[in-house]
């Protein structure tokens, strides 16, 4: 598409905006955590790497990133199942009610967390118990679902019927057509699901908040704890630019899936 | 016959047990714990409390609602949150259509990855730091934002609900981008070409053909950024200073007095239903 001297202005200038906007506030986190200072003043008057160390041999920091990773594994394990035969019913098959279950699932990413949050932690606590990590697996794995289910059923519609009846036609049973077959078909949505689901409950806070128990941290609930604590300041801006840092592993992953895609 | 063969004929045959047998694990998880605490969330709303112990006493009351709508101070923080979320969601449709204009059929198809792996970045930075990021831009007098424009004789506007207003914008613009751009991508040339062999200049391509074919994605884009500024309310801790939100009500009042805080937690759900029904026709919920 052509367009005018004023409007190529336009759209650059809103870009240059747009970037701006989102990677000033990330770099002053990188930068601030090699600040000498223990409190915060910009700008910095002096660096030092020993807070990274310090980091590194915290043991609320360990505690907290293993279980990130342990509740962050299982929702995903649970989305990536639950989410792809959802997406299988929905989008291969016609029956009454389709349309409210598929309404059904956009809720819980529709609805505020906080609700979400609330609502868990009144059954957990006030009906079936107490607050363990497993209420924080259910809770995470609810909008996981959702994650997976979108992506999935995104691919599924794009991908047409006929070479699963192809399949079919040449003597193929259905579970033998998935797993030849839609399987490897679908599995860069997989991957991506899988990973924007692990992604999102890595980070999850606010339903967390309501369905952790009592000491089980989770990493953002760790910083959040810490946030407000003058002498964790430093580490609290080491481990932030840490996960600035990290979140580069999976962008560069799905780049890599998308390349794949596109070379084939 | 084996068991194993006898069920697969069977589920060959009868395409309602492929789909039970497809649906029943999600939807027991979607409506039993999902739905199933929400409306145990709504039962509770409607019970009363025990105001020495703060235990739920199972009675029947209306009274939780009564003092949610008749009190001035709720009705505020509802509009105020309505304020925000809205804010929120122009500004980053703002921002985020020309964006995604740009990346989706300006720029070369080979940076296209790039420029979507930039935007996406900062959606796996975590939310508390980018949260943080902005405490730190904020900060009244020695903030980044200070230091930038006092040379030029402004000051921060420090804590606030301006700061949680750039605060949320920021955290919810690439679910605004996302799906815009996956909307202008699957625009196929032709439409553009049709209408500019009409005659229509590229203003008008943009804002009468471009626009309201990709109208579907940006719904999709504002229901996330609506329905996630409406329910946060830990950005308002970090950024807010001594302004609130609806979800600092259902917070604050969730230890203390559950069902109260389960008649405020119901008014964003009432909301979003609204949204939710009044956008379902523009076919945006295909395209989240």
Known sequence: MRLSLPARVFLWTIMGFGFAFIYVPLTLVVINSFNKNTSFAWPPTGFTTSWWSKAVSNEGVRDAITRSFTVALAATAIALV???????????????GREAISLLFVLPIALPGIVTGIALNNVFTNFLGELTIFTIIVGHATFCIVVVFNNVAARYRRLGITLEEASMDLGANRFTTFRLVTFPLLRNALVAGGLLAFGLSFDEIIVTTFTAGAGQNTLPIWIFQNLFRPNQAPIVNVVAAALILFSILPIYLSQRLTQEKSTK | MSVIQQTRRYMHRNIGARISALLALPLFWL??????????????????????????????????????????????????????????????????IPMAFFMARIAKPKSRPVLIALVITPLWASYLVKIYAWRTMFYPEKGFINWLIEPLGGSSPGFGMVAVIIGLTYLWLPYMVLPIYAGMEKLPDSVIDASADLGAKSGRTFFD???????????????????????DYITVQILGGTFQMLGNVVYQNFSLNLPFASAVALI?????????????????????
């Open chain 2, 209 to 231: 053909v471009i626009l309201p074919i990709t109208w579907p994605s940006i719904i999709a884009g504002s229901i996330f950024t609506f329905s996630l500024s409406m329910g």
């Open chain 2, 31 to 96: 409506v039993v714990i999902y739905i199933g605490s929400l409306a145990a969330l709504f039962i509770t709303s409607i019970w009363k409390i025990d105001t020495f112990t703060s235990k739920v006493v199972r009675e029947f009351t209306l009274q939780n609602f009564i003092d949610v709508f008749s009190d001035r101070a709720y009705f505020n923080v509802t509009i105020r949150t309505l304020f925000v979320a809205i804010c929120v969601t122009l500004i980053c449709a703002i921002i985020a």
């Open chain 1, 82 to 96: 639950l989410g792809t035969l959802a997406a299988a019913a929905i989008a291969r098959y016609k029956f009454f």
């Open chain 2, 268 to 288: 964003p759900v009432l909301i979003m239903m609204v949204y939710l029904t009044s956008v379902r026709k523009t076919g945006a919920l295909d395209n989240l």
